[in-house]
């Protein structure tokens, strides 16, 4: 029982360890590329912001701009953000007028992690402004401005656990399969030794 105990208990930090690899490795390669819209997002149901998002293999980019004032009313506004870069971005009336945002998430099959980017001053380059968020650029800007201060990431623990499931799976599977081939090793091998060993035959008389 300990063994298996332990089995699980290794096999879910290397999944979580795996996944996070793998989103890693969907950031740096960045593998299909492009552009799902450039659309105006109603936040909260009355703050106008640009959104520009692009997509890539376990990559998702939203980059949003607030360029309009608040609408007197607020609507109801069906089309939006990803939940994972909405999530990472709010409150979102904690922004000031011209504020820009930028959020770079990582994972695959969901989006587990997440980098957040912000910035509301002028002579400052990243992150652009959404409305000139076409080519994917951006991204590769953002990409290469991961670790740079201030760092902001935001993690998605269902989206982790979620990601972690099939490696964990893998892992554990491999782990047992080792575990019992180890374990059958071990009991050939005592089992030879325990067996009595023949007498060697007297030696003829000369």
């Not at 980098?115 to 002028?122: A, F, G, Y």
Request: glycine share 6%.
């Amino acid at each position: 029982m300990r063994g298996v105990i332990a089995d699980a208990v290794l096999a879910m930090i290397s999944s979580i360890i795996i996944s996070l690899c793998v989103a890693a490795w969907c950031v740096d390669m960045v593998v299909g590329l492009h552009l799902i819209n450039i659309d105006t997002w109603l936040a909260n149901g009355r703050d106008p912001w640009t959104v520009s998002h692009h997509e890539a293999l376990g990559v998702g980019w939203i980059n949003a701009t607030q360029t309009y004032a608040p609408l007197l009313a607020p609507v109801e506004d069906v089309d939006g953000p990803p939940m994972w870069a909405v999530n990472a971005m709010s409150p979102m009336d904690q922004y000031e007028r011209s504020a820009r945002v930028a959020t770079l998430g990582a994972g695959w099959p969901m989006i587990q992690v997440v980098r957040v980017w912000v910035t509301t001053r002028n002579d400052e380059l990243f992150p652009p402004s959404a409305d000139f968020d076409v080519s994917g650029a951006c991204l590769e800007m953002g990409k290469n401005r991961v670790w740079e201060e201030p760092l902001r990431f935001v993690f998605v623990p269902l989206a982790v656990a979620i990601d972690a499931v099939p490696w964990l799976a893998l892992v554990y599977v491999a782990l047992r399969l080792y575990r019992k081939r180890g374990e059958r090793k071990a009991a050939i091998r005592a089992a030879l030794t325990k067996s009595p060993t023949k007498e060697s035959p007297p030696a003829a008389a000369p």
